[in-house]
């Protein structure tokens, strides 16, 4: 797959770019390709519309660690991560924008969505077709690490949610399922294109659990004969929100270009350029388009799950939380 530099932000910018207004975006793994297309397109219509050269530069890693960099000083102008909490944090321990940022834009400022899906061997040599068969102890599990990546969260509680619903909401029975799951699982990466590598470059493990966009992307750039998705009965809406960094942009004198950057993601060439780099787009006729290439299935969310990210990641992911304990009782099994 085609990688742009981590932290691109930090290297110096060639001298014919010296008057040029520079914008960042702090975003997670496999927003690469798509923020590369994205920035090319609004670059250029920003200096149409305005006359003024930007140069919008990108930073990626595991959703939890960006927002951790931009806490302790990464100066992201706008922030484009996987899931809300990582953004709630910035809000609340840096307080670089405010706590209501999810108002600002439409659908909680999520201009896109995506699903959990399951990526096999060619062929489907183990059978995997739902999540119980990731407990067997045949199968070998690839996921990133929920402390450090947003994907791996919406992983954990995509199957949470599976389990919730087959075992009748037996907690106890819902927590074995789960660390069944991860008590198969040799290697977890800190973000997803990490995994994604483990997975199709380095060849380990029978089964990748992966944003539906990761998961069409490997589809594509690994080769069909390769690799294979498999959907789950059920999954769960994953939807990345954006947002400004107010405190960064007002100091950087960029908050109309940041606004307006994050404002061109919602328009329909934007959702188009989404839709191509598989992410599920908002704008319903743009979705219907390119209907052919998002199956259905089974979703559930966050909100009516667990009650919001709030709530789930001080349950499930906090010090001593769901995930920690599972962590242990993983380690004291082997």
């Given at each position: ?92 321990k840096a307080r670089l924008l405010p706590t209501n940022w999810q108002q ?156 307006a950057y994050l404002e061109f993601l919602y328009t329909p060439q934007a ?64």
């Amino acid at each position: 797959m085609a990688l742009s530099l981590a932290l691109a932000g930090l290297l110096p910018l060639p001298l014919h770019a010296a008057t040029e207004t520079r914008l960042l975006n702090a975003s997670y793994d496999p927003t690469r390709e798509f923020y590369t297309e994205i920035n090319q397109v609004f670059s250029r219509l920003w200096l149409d519309k305005t006359g003024q050269k930007i140069n919008i530069l990108q930073s990626h890693g595991g959703s939890g660690k960006q927002a951790r960099a931009v806490i302790d000083g990464l100066d992201a102008d706008v922030v484009t991560l996987a899931l809300a909490y990582d953004i709630d944090a910035i809000a609340e321990k840096a307080r670089l924008l405010p706590t209501n940022w999810q108002q600002r834009l439409p659908h909680n400022s999520s201009p896109y969505t995506s699903i959990i899906v399951f990526l096999v061997r060619q062929g489907n040599p183990k059978g995997i077709r739902d999540w119980p068969d990731l407990i067997r102890p045949d199968v070998k599990v690839v996921t990133p690490n929920p402390k450090t990546s947003g994907g791996a969260r919406w992983n954990y509680l995509a199957a949470w949610a599976f389990a919730l619903e087959k075992f009748q909401g037996d907690e106890s029975k819902v927590r074995e399922f789960v660390t069944a799951i991860y008590q198969n699982t040799p290697i977890m990466d800190s973000g997803a294109r990490g995994a994604a590598t483990t997975f199709i470059q380095r060849g380990i493990g029978d089964v990748l659990i992966a944003w539906e966009n990761e998961a069409l992307l490997a589809l594509r750039e690994a080769g069909k004969g390769k690799v294979q998705i498999v959907v789950p009965s059920l999954s769960i809406l994953a939807e990345p929100p954006v947002a400004v960094v107010d405190r960064v942009a007002a100091r950087r004198k960029t908050l109309d270009l940041a606004r307006a950057y994050l404002e061109f993601l919602y328009t329909p060439q934007a959702q188009e350029i989404a839709a191509r780099h598989f992410f599920r787009p908002r704008n319903p006729e743009v979705l219907q388009k390119f209907r052919h290439q998002f199956p259905e299935t089974r979703l559930v969310t966050v909100d009516q799950i667990f009650g919001g990210w709030q709530a789930a990641q001080k349950r499930h992911f906090a010090e001593n939380g769901e995930f920690d304990q599972m962590l242990r009782r993983k380690f004291k099994s082997q």
